[in-house]
Each structure stands twice: as C-alpha cells, then as structure tokens.
C-alpha cells in the first residue's frame, strides 16, 4: 500500500471526529488537515480551530458554505417535495454531498492522498459521503476510521480520549448524538435508542414544545417563483435569511418535530428525533402554491416519483445521473410555480389558509355548484360509462 502523505479529515469537532484526528496521527503517520462546513452549526463552530489544532492536525479549513447549502442542496430538494418514509424532511442527508464535495475540492488543492470521516460503520453517512467522494474523485483513498480501529463503541472512544487528553462532548447530561445545520437538528443515539422512550423535552433546540407554544397563531404569507420561496410577509430575502427567520418563526410555535424509526440503507432500523420548523413550513407552501399552478397529469407524475428521489438523496446517490435526471425533469415542472401562500402557525401545526398565483390552473365558474355555462355536467353520464366499461364487462365475465 502506498505511503499517504495527508489526509483530509471532514471534521466536527465531537467525540469521534475529535479521536480520529489522534488515531490517524499513530496509525498512519500522515499530516492531518481538518475541514470543517459552516451550514448553520451557529456557535459549536467557534473552538473548533483550537480543537483541531491542540488535538494534532497540522491545520483547520473552516468554510461557509450556508448560502450554497440552501440555494443548491436544500431548495432543489424542497423542489421535488422529497419526503423519506412519509415523515423525514433529509435535513442530514442532503447536508453530507456538499460537505464531501468541498472535503473533495480541499484535498486536491493541498494535494492529499486521502480523504477520512467519522462516520460509523453501521450509518449511512459513511455510504453518502464515500458516494460522493467516488463521483467526484474516482481514485480518492478512503479512510474509514470505524471500519479499521478496533474502538468498537462510544464508551471506548471515550477511554480513548481521555487517555490522550481530548476533550469529551458526550456527557451523562447529554446521552445523545445531534448534529446541526441551517435546515434541521438530528438526535439519536443514547437514551434514544429505546423506540418506547420519550425524547426529554430538554433535548429540544429549535422549538418549543406545542403544549407550551402562544395560544394565538402566528400567520405567514410566502412569495414563490419558479419554485423557489423568494419573500417572507412581502419582504424579499436571500435564502439563507428567509429560511433562518422561517426557522424562528416555526420553533416558536412548536412546528416541525419528527420522531421516527427508519430504514437504514444499510439494512437495519433506527429511531431518530428531528426539528426542521422552516423546512416543514416550506414544504406545506410550496405544495399549496403547485396545487393552483401544475397540471393534474404532471402532479401526480411527479408525485409518483418522490419516493424514489428522496430514496436516492437519503442512500446518498445526490451526484448520481439517475437523481440529476429526475431533479431537471421536476425543475422543467416548476416554470409556472409562481405565486403566494398564506399559512397559519398554531401549537405545531401548519395550516393553509390562502393560496394565489397569477397563473392559476384554479377556475373558481367550473368548481362553482352555481349556474355555469362551461361545463355540461350532462357530459360526465358517456365519461363515467366509458370508465366503466372494463368494470362492467369483468363482472358479466364473471371474474372476481
């Protein structure tokens, strides 16, 4: 095997990330470069420097990178109304091909030999970021701490650190893992393991609970073109901006709160808690502005395969052809998705209240049950019989 000269560490600053900096350093004898993407963490990004640095790695790259995050990554998919499993909004997943690709883009500036990460062997993030590393580095050397050390779980690492005086993020206080950015908040691990266990309310960052949220709902208008929101009450913002205040708004009246068990794409099950208050409000607007502005064919298509796109983005295939394919045949769909919502806030829910668009598909003198002269609703008596006929002809056949 060929001697590696640096390794590229994507880089958090927590238990594992923290340990693996020491371990590359006895194990592969290599220069250790730490990056780290600004998408959000807000302040658990601020001792990472110092961490990085007193824990061995030669140097630290610390990244903002929120604007593309949002614009690139995170809009397009709210494009597509990805949903895994009929609850998860893919606040991680879609966070991991942008940090692997900025890791990627390091590496060959310093001209590495290997990229490494701190995902665990039985995660998915390790198939999403490796996923990536491959399409845009085909001959990209891998390291994958926790497939190679013999550390075979977190009290280990803990020993481990401790040992050579790292600093422990993971504390009986806080007997979870969580991990941030601008769209979500993912916990699991710890007391979370048991499906049965409530999560501590304690836990909760971006929202309050719904019980103790005002007892006055907070309403909302959202502008969209082409898919895409573009102002908030009539104020246009940036994406990140709108999102980050979307976020406030929706945590402060308890929205967006996900406990679920999922399918890994590894094979097996796992309970995660999740809080993407902005996103959830995103995804119920950009739906309501689509059901006055799509044809019904080209909807249910498009919702025929969301399934398979959020498949895709959460296994980790963002850089895919398959996932670009369906991305630009879903952004085909969005030229006419113009238009406001209005929504109303209240205890956790989101709620529709208005919906407008200067190119609405919605009729208001063919949906009236007044008097109308467009539609002959004669005409539906030959349409239902034609539908029918197979039925009909089944049945007279005998055939169950």
């Known amino acids: 095997m060929s001697k590696i000269n640096k390794v590229v560490l994507a880089y958090s600053g927590g238990l594992d990330t923290s340990v693996i900096v020491k371990w590359l350093l006895e194990n592969y004898g290599c220069e250790v470069i730490c990056f780290s993407a600004d998408i959000g963490q807000g302040e658990e990004l601020d001792p990472l420097k110092k961490k990085a640095i007193e824990t061995g790695a030669s140097k630290i790259f610390i990244e903002d990178l929120r604007e593309e995050f949002v614009r690139d990554f995170v809009f397009p998919m709210l ?3 990805a949903v895994y499993e009929g609850s998860y909004l893919l606040g991680t997943s879609i966070a991991r091909p942008l940090i692997a690709k900025k890791q ?31 399409a845009l580095k085909p001959d990209i050397k891998i390291i994958a701490p926790w497939r190679e050390w013999k550390l075979d779980s977190r009290a280990s690492l803990v020993d481990y650190a401790k040992k050579h005086g ?24 710890g007391i979370l ?9 304690d836990m909760f960052v971006l929202s309050v609970s719904p019980e103790k949220a005002p007892s006055s709902p907070t309403m909302v208008e959202i502008d969209y073109e082409k898919g895409n929101p573009v102002a908030l009450n009539g104020k246009k913002m940036k994406p990140v901006e709108l999102l980050a205040e979307l976020n406030r708004l929706g945590g402060a009246n308890g929205v967006g709160r996900v406990d679920l068990v999922e399918n890994r794409f590894v094979g097996m099950k796992s309970r995660g808690v999740y809080e993407t208050p902005g996103g959830t409000i995103l995804h119920a607007a950009h739906r309501a502005v689509e059901s006055i502005t799509l044809d019904r064919e080209v909807l249910h298509l498009r919702d025929s ?13 963002w850089f895919a052809p398959e996932r670009e394919m369906l ?11 113009t238009g ?13 209240v208005g919906r407008k668009a200067p190119k609405s598909l919605y009729n208001p003198e063919l949906a009236t049950f007044e008097k109308e002269t467009v539609y002959r609703q004669a005409d539906a008596e030959g349409f239902i019989k034609l539908n029918a006929l197979r039925l009909r002809i089944r049945k007279q056949m005998g055939l169950s």
């Open 79 to 81: 494009r597509a109304n």
């Open 104 to 134: 990627i883009e390091i590496a060959e500036r310093e001209k590495a030999g290997a990229v490494s990460h701190g995902a665990t062997g039985k995660g998915n993030d390790q198939v999403r970021f490796e996923l990536t590393y491959y």
């Open 166 to 189: 790292i600093s422990v993020p993971v504390t009986p206080k806080k007997p979870y893992s969580s991990d941030r950015n601008l769209f979500h908040i993912s916990f699991e691990g």
């Open 193 to 201: 393991e048991d499906p049965w266990a409530a999560p501590p309310e």
């Open 305 to 317: 395969l969301v399934p398979r796109y959020a498949e895709l983005v959460y296994y980790g295939f």
């Open 327 to 337: 991305q630009h045949m879903i952004d085909e769909s969005q030229g006419n998705v």
């Open 340 to 352: 406001t919502v209005k929504l109303k806030l209240y205890k956790g829910n989101v709620s529709i």
